[in-house]
């Protein structure tokens, strides 16, 4: 979807200012914020796709001004409302809600470290999935403006670019991101030239790379 969230390219917001010796969180609740975004998936069922369309529906004057850690706690606890585990009242009283459809498999204290060093993966290598794009290939970008979730930056919808790499089959976070399914498909390293990107003020002779699923994109013709 386009909104706020989707800021690469956008200009007038200043500079990037680095904060010298930033601590991993900086707040108390940061950190419990991140403990419980992680277990709550283990008895709630939700992935990153998810979590990444609660936080681009957020309204863009508060995605502006809220904090990272912000952005993740109005996500976890809409995922939360939808899911008939957390109502308004419940926050007012720090109550939990109805538990009778929660997931079973609880996260134990003794396997959180792993659990987040690890990660999800998200490739399925099993998968046969046809291959329609191959590296070397001049391809276009859609430009496709979805209403829900994709990860497709605008910046690139509609330029032209060069297949480098070939990542393997991924689950498509657009469909997953709705609950439509995996439906795996191919994901590749596209090679940009930057002014085409950016236009003409970008420096000559530099490029980027953007990982991008298979349905993002066509073959080129022109």
């Not at 529906?57 to 001004?65: E, T």
């Not at 709705?178 to 498909?185: A, H």
């Amino acid at each position: 979807m386009n909104g706020i969230h989707d800021m690469g390219g956008m200009g007038n917001f200043g500079p990037v200012i680095r904060e010298e010796d930033e601590p991993v969180f900086h707040a108390d609740w940061e950190r419990r914020m991140f403990a419980v975004a992680h277990a709550i998936t283990f008895t709630v069922p939700f992935g990153d796709d998810q979590l990444r369309r609660e936080i681009e529906r957020i309204k863009p004057a508060d995605y502006l001004n809220s904090s990272y850690y912000e952005l993740w706690f109005r996500a976890v606890t809409t995922i939360l409302k939808q899911r008939d585990v957390l109502t308004d009242n419940d926050l007012e009283n720090y109550n939990l809600g109805p538990q009778q459809d929660l997931h079973p498999e609880a996260l134990l204290v003794e396997d959180v470290e792993s659990v987040i060093m690890g990660g999800v993966e998200t490739r399925r290598p099993d998968a046969e999935i046809p291959q329609q794009l191959s590296v070397g290939d001049l391809i276009k970008v859609r430009n496709n403006h979805p209403y829900h979730h994709t990860r497709v930056p605008l910046y690139c919808r509609g330029k032209i670019g060069t297949i480098v790499r070939d990542h393997g089959i991924f689950v498509n976070p657009d469909s997953n991101s709705e609950d439509l399914g995996e439906r795996p498909q191919h994901c590749y390293a596209v090679e940009f030239d930057s002014q085409v990107l950016w236009g003409d003020d970008a420096e000559a002779g530099t490029f980027m790379t953007i990982d991008l699923q298979e349905s993002y994109m066509e073959k080129a013709t022109d």
